[in-house]
Protein backbone atom coordinates (compact mmCIF):
# COMPACT_ATOMS: atom_id res chain seq x y z
CA UNK A 1 0.00 0.00 0.00
CA UNK A 2 1.13 3.70 -0.76
CA UNK A 3 1.77 5.77 2.29
CA UNK A 4 2.58 9.33 2.58
CA UNK A 5 5.56 8.97 4.85
CA UNK A 6 6.60 11.65 7.56
CA UNK A 7 10.03 12.57 9.37
CA UNK A 8 10.90 12.58 12.34
CA UNK A 9 8.05 10.70 13.58
CA UNK A 10 9.24 12.77 17.41
CA UNK A 11 11.23 15.65 17.65
CA UNK A 12 12.27 17.00 20.67
CA UNK A 13 13.90 20.08 21.28
CA UNK A 14 14.41 23.84 22.97
CA UNK A 15 12.22 26.80 22.56
CA UNK A 16 14.08 28.96 19.63
CA UNK A 17 15.99 26.21 17.78
CA UNK A 18 14.51 25.73 14.41
CA UNK A 19 12.71 22.84 13.06
CA UNK A 20 11.98 20.99 10.14
CA UNK A 21 9.73 18.43 9.69
CA UNK A 22 9.40 16.64 6.12
CA UNK A 23 6.81 14.65 4.43
CA UNK A 24 7.19 12.31 1.15
CA UNK A 25 3.41 12.21 -0.69
CA UNK A 26 2.29 9.71 -2.11
CA UNK A 27 3.82 9.16 -6.05
CA UNK A 28 1.47 10.91 -8.30
CA UNK A 29 -0.75 12.56 -5.92
CA UNK A 30 -0.96 16.96 -6.99
CA UNK A 31 -1.98 18.00 -3.61
CA UNK A 32 -0.58 18.05 -0.24
CA UNK A 33 -1.95 19.38 3.41
CA UNK A 34 -0.30 20.31 6.43
CA UNK A 35 -2.38 19.90 9.55
CA UNK A 36 -1.22 20.59 13.08
CA UNK A 37 -3.81 18.51 16.03
CA UNK A 38 -4.16 19.53 19.61
CA UNK A 39 -6.17 19.25 22.75
CA UNK A 40 -7.49 22.04 23.02
CA UNK A 41 -7.56 23.17 19.16
CA UNK A 42 -8.38 20.10 17.64
CA UNK A 43 -7.12 19.57 13.53
CA UNK A 44 -6.04 22.64 12.14
CA UNK A 45 -5.15 23.11 8.42
CA UNK A 46 -1.70 25.18 8.41
CA UNK A 47 -1.18 25.29 4.33
CA UNK A 48 -2.72 23.31 1.31
CA UNK A 49 -0.31 22.78 -1.65
CA UNK A 50 -1.75 21.88 -5.26
CA UNK A 51 0.84 20.79 -7.92
CA UNK A 52 3.64 21.94 -5.84
CA UNK A 53 2.03 25.67 -5.62
CA UNK A 54 0.84 27.07 -2.39
CA UNK A 55 -2.77 27.52 -2.50
CA UNK A 56 -3.99 28.66 1.20
CA UNK A 57 -1.50 29.18 3.96
CA UNK A 58 -3.80 31.29 5.78
CA UNK A 59 -4.29 29.06 9.49
CA UNK A 60 -0.24 29.58 9.01
CA UNK A 61 1.26 31.80 11.78
CA UNK A 62 3.59 33.85 9.26
CA UNK A 63 6.46 34.71 11.12
CA UNK A 64 7.94 31.77 11.62
CA UNK A 65 6.17 29.55 10.17
CA UNK A 66 7.09 28.02 6.28
CA UNK A 67 5.95 25.42 4.12
CA UNK A 68 7.49 24.72 0.51
CA UNK A 69 7.77 22.16 -1.92
CA UNK A 70 10.94 21.93 -3.23
CA UNK A 71 9.85 19.02 -5.94
CA UNK A 72 7.00 17.43 -6.04
CA UNK A 73 8.26 13.89 -3.74
CA UNK A 74 9.11 16.38 -1.17
CA UNK A 75 7.35 18.86 1.74
CA UNK A 76 8.83 20.60 4.45
CA UNK A 77 7.07 22.56 6.92
CA UNK A 78 9.83 24.96 9.48
CA UNK A 79 8.81 26.45 12.48
CA UNK A 80 11.90 29.54 13.43
CA UNK A 81 12.34 30.49 15.84
CA UNK A 82 10.13 27.40 17.73
CA UNK A 83 8.02 27.87 20.67
CA UNK A 84 6.47 26.20 23.41
CA UNK A 85 2.83 26.57 22.25
CA UNK A 86 4.13 25.00 18.79
CA UNK A 87 4.00 21.23 20.41
CA UNK A 88 1.73 19.08 19.16
CA UNK A 89 1.65 16.87 16.10
CA UNK A 90 1.48 17.66 13.06
CA UNK A 91 0.22 15.48 9.81
CA UNK A 92 0.71 15.63 5.96
CA UNK A 93 -1.55 14.58 4.01
CA UNK A 94 -1.85 14.09 -0.03
CA UNK A 95 -4.48 13.66 -2.04
CA UNK A 96 -5.19 13.46 -5.92
CA UNK A 97 -7.60 16.12 -7.52
CA UNK A 98 -7.92 15.14 -11.82
CA UNK A 99 -10.69 17.27 -12.46
CA UNK A 100 -14.85 18.10 -12.06
CA UNK A 101 -14.76 14.22 -13.22
CA UNK A 102 -13.30 13.16 -10.42
CA UNK A 103 -13.63 16.17 -7.93
CA UNK A 104 -12.65 14.94 -4.06
CA UNK A 105 -10.57 11.72 -3.93
CA UNK A 106 -9.95 10.98 -0.11
CA UNK A 107 -6.93 12.25 1.82
CA UNK A 108 -4.25 10.18 2.49
CA UNK A 109 -2.59 11.26 5.94
CA UNK A 110 0.73 10.10 7.49
CA UNK A 111 1.23 9.06 10.92
CA UNK A 112 2.67 12.53 12.10
CA UNK A 113 6.14 14.35 13.54
CA UNK A 114 4.96 14.34 17.58
CA UNK A 115 6.61 17.91 18.49
CA UNK A 116 7.31 19.24 21.66
CA UNK A 117 9.32 22.16 22.75
CA UNK A 118 10.48 22.59 25.89
CA UNK B 1 -18.34 29.76 3.76
CA UNK B 2 -17.92 25.55 5.10
CA UNK B 3 -18.01 24.29 8.43
CA UNK B 4 -19.06 21.30 10.30
CA UNK B 5 -20.29 20.35 13.72
CA UNK B 6 -19.75 17.12 15.70
CA UNK B 7 -21.92 18.12 18.77
CA UNK B 8 -20.65 14.85 20.92
CA UNK B 9 -17.48 14.68 22.35
CA UNK B 10 -17.34 10.97 22.92
CA UNK B 11 -20.34 8.26 22.45
CA UNK B 12 -20.54 4.75 24.39
CA UNK B 13 -21.70 2.12 23.41
CA UNK B 14 -21.68 -1.80 24.49
CA UNK B 15 -20.68 -4.18 21.87
CA UNK B 16 -23.02 -5.68 19.27
CA UNK B 17 -25.25 -2.38 20.22
CA UNK B 18 -25.75 -0.23 17.16
CA UNK B 19 -23.57 2.75 16.95
CA UNK B 20 -24.37 6.54 15.32
CA UNK B 21 -21.90 9.45 15.47
CA UNK B 22 -23.80 12.33 14.45
CA UNK B 23 -22.56 15.33 11.83
CA UNK B 24 -23.95 18.57 10.49
CA UNK B 25 -22.44 20.78 7.92
CA UNK B 26 -23.13 24.14 6.43
CA UNK B 27 -21.95 24.90 2.79
CA UNK B 28 -22.81 27.59 0.17
CA UNK B 29 -23.12 25.28 -3.11
CA UNK B 30 -23.51 21.17 -2.80
CA UNK B 31 -21.62 19.21 -0.06
CA UNK B 32 -18.68 16.60 -0.51
CA UNK B 33 -18.64 14.97 2.79
CA UNK B 34 -16.40 12.21 4.61
CA UNK B 35 -15.81 10.41 7.58
CA UNK B 36 -11.91 9.35 8.94
CA UNK B 37 -11.00 7.87 11.33
CA UNK B 38 -7.82 8.47 13.85
CA UNK B 39 -6.63 5.12 16.13
CA UNK B 40 -3.71 6.22 18.55
CA UNK B 41 -0.32 7.58 17.62
CA UNK B 42 -1.44 7.49 13.98
CA UNK B 43 -2.61 9.53 10.92
CA UNK B 44 -6.47 9.80 10.03
CA UNK B 45 -7.41 6.83 7.97
CA UNK B 46 -10.52 7.34 5.32
CA UNK B 47 -13.89 5.76 5.95
CA UNK B 48 -16.37 7.04 3.27
CA UNK B 49 -17.81 9.54 1.38
CA UNK B 50 -20.41 11.10 -0.35
CA UNK B 51 -20.33 12.87 -3.47
CA UNK B 52 -23.41 12.87 -5.14
CA UNK B 53 -26.08 9.71 -5.61
CA UNK B 54 -27.65 7.43 -3.07
CA UNK B 55 -27.90 9.01 0.23
CA UNK B 56 -27.01 5.72 2.09
CA UNK B 57 -23.14 5.57 1.45
CA UNK B 58 -21.02 2.35 2.43
CA UNK B 59 -17.41 2.43 3.69
CA UNK B 60 -14.20 0.06 5.29
CA UNK B 61 -14.96 -1.82 8.42
CA UNK B 62 -19.11 -2.15 7.98
CA UNK B 63 -19.30 1.66 8.54
CA UNK B 64 -22.43 2.94 6.34
CA UNK B 65 -22.98 7.13 6.14
CA UNK B 66 -26.71 8.59 5.42
CA UNK B 67 -26.52 11.84 3.72
CA UNK B 68 -29.92 14.01 4.51
CA UNK B 69 -30.35 17.15 2.81
CA UNK B 70 -33.01 18.86 4.27
CA UNK B 71 -31.12 18.18 7.96
CA UNK B 72 -27.77 18.71 6.91
CA UNK B 73 -26.58 15.71 8.41
CA UNK B 74 -24.31 13.02 7.81
CA UNK B 75 -24.18 10.69 10.29
CA UNK B 76 -22.24 7.94 10.65
CA UNK B 77 -23.57 4.56 11.46
CA UNK B 78 -22.68 0.93 12.25
CA UNK B 79 -25.19 -1.93 13.05
CA UNK B 80 -23.14 -4.00 15.95
CA UNK B 81 -20.59 -2.23 17.49
CA UNK B 82 -16.82 -3.58 17.93
CA UNK B 83 -14.38 -2.71 20.95
CA UNK B 84 -11.65 -2.50 18.07
CA UNK B 85 -13.95 0.68 16.73
CA UNK B 86 -12.86 2.57 19.70
CA UNK B 87 -11.02 5.56 18.38
CA UNK B 88 -11.46 9.23 17.27
CA UNK B 89 -13.64 10.15 14.34
CA UNK B 90 -14.01 13.02 12.12
CA UNK B 91 -16.32 14.38 9.81
CA UNK B 92 -15.33 16.83 6.92
CA UNK B 93 -16.94 18.41 4.15
CA UNK B 94 -15.89 20.98 0.99
CA UNK B 95 -17.99 22.79 -1.04
CA UNK B 96 -18.52 21.37 -4.41
CA UNK B 97 -17.48 24.10 -6.21
CA UNK B 98 -13.96 26.28 -5.77
CA UNK B 99 -10.74 25.02 -4.71
CA UNK B 100 -10.70 25.02 -0.66
CA UNK B 101 -9.36 22.41 1.48
CA UNK B 102 -11.75 20.25 3.90
CA UNK B 103 -12.86 21.67 7.14
CA UNK B 104 -13.01 19.01 9.54
CA UNK B 105 -15.07 19.09 12.94
CA UNK B 106 -13.83 18.71 15.64
CA UNK B 107 -14.21 15.29 16.51
CA UNK B 108 -15.85 12.39 18.23
CA UNK B 109 -14.55 9.77 20.38
CA UNK B 110 -15.94 6.52 20.26
CA UNK B 111 -15.53 4.08 23.23
CA UNK B 112 -16.89 0.80 22.59
CA UNK B 113 -17.76 -1.56 25.81
CA UNK B 114 -16.86 -4.88 26.03
Known amino acids: DARVTQTPRHKVTEMGQEVTMRCQPI?????VFWYRQTMMQGLELLAY????????DSGMPKDRFSAEMPDATLATLKIQPSEPRDSAVYFC????????????????FGDGTRLSIL | AQSVAQPEDQVNVAEGNPLTVKCTYS??????LFWYVQYPNRGLQFLLK??????LVKGSYGFEAEFNKSQTSFHLKKPSALVSDSALYFC????????????FGSGTRLQVQP
Open chain 2, 50 to 55: YITGDN
Open chain 1, 49 to 56: FRNRAPLD
Open chain 2, 27 to 32: VSGNPY
Open chain 2, 92 to 103: AVREDTGRRALT
Open chain 1, 27 to 31: LGHNT
Open chain 1, 93 to 108: ASGLVLDRRNPSQPQH
